[in-house]
Nanobody, 118 residues
Framework: QVQVVESGGGLVQPGGSLRLSCAAS????????MGWYRQAPGKQRELVAT???????NYEDSVKGRFTIARDNGKNTVYLQMNSLKPEDTAVYYC????????????WGQGTQVTVSS
C-alpha cells in the first residue's frame, strides 16, 4: 500500500507565497506521475499541476506563471511553490501519486488547507 502525505498549507495574505510538500511512501517500484489538485467549497476537485517521471509538467491555466511544481525522484516527493496567491486560490489541496507497486497504484493524500485572505 502506498501512502501520500501533504504538508505546508496555511493562511496567507493576497500576493503572498506558500510551498506545499508531498511525500509518497511504501513499497514503490516506480512513480509515473505526481500532482496537485484542489477543491474549493461547493466546487469540484480540479487539477492544479502535474509532473511526470520525465519531468514533463502541466498546469491549470489560472496558475501558470504563479505556481511551480517540482519533483525529487529520489525521495518520491513533489513540491508546489505558490507565488502571487489570490483569494480564489483558497481550497483544500490534494496530492496524487500514480505508479507501480505490487500492482498499479493511484493514491491520494488527506489534503491540506490553503486560505488566501487579508
Amino acid at each position: 500500500q502506498v501512502q501520500v502525505v501533504e504538508s505546508g498549507g496555511g493562511l496567507v495574505q493576497p500576493g503572498g507565497s506558500l510551498r506545499l510538500s508531498c511525500a509518497a511512501s511504501g513499497r514503490i517500484f516506480s512513480i509515473s506521475a505526481m500532482g496537485w489538485y484542489r477543491q474549493a467549497p461547493g466546487k469540484q476537485r480540479e487539477l492544479v499541476a502535474t509532473v511526470t517521471g520525465g519531468d514533463t509538467t502541466n498546469y491549470e491555466d489560472s496558475v501558470k506563471g504563479r505556481f511551480t511544481i517540482a519533483r525529487d525522484n529520489g525521495k518520491n516527493t513533489v513540491y508546489l511553490q505558490m507565488n502571487s496567491l489570490k483569494p480564489e486560490d483558497t481550497a483544500v489541496y490534494y496530492c496524487n501519486a500514480r505508479g507501480t507497486s505490487f500492482g498499479k497504484f493511484d493514491s491520494w493524500g488527506q489534503g491540506t488547507q490553503v486560505t488566501v485572505s487579508s
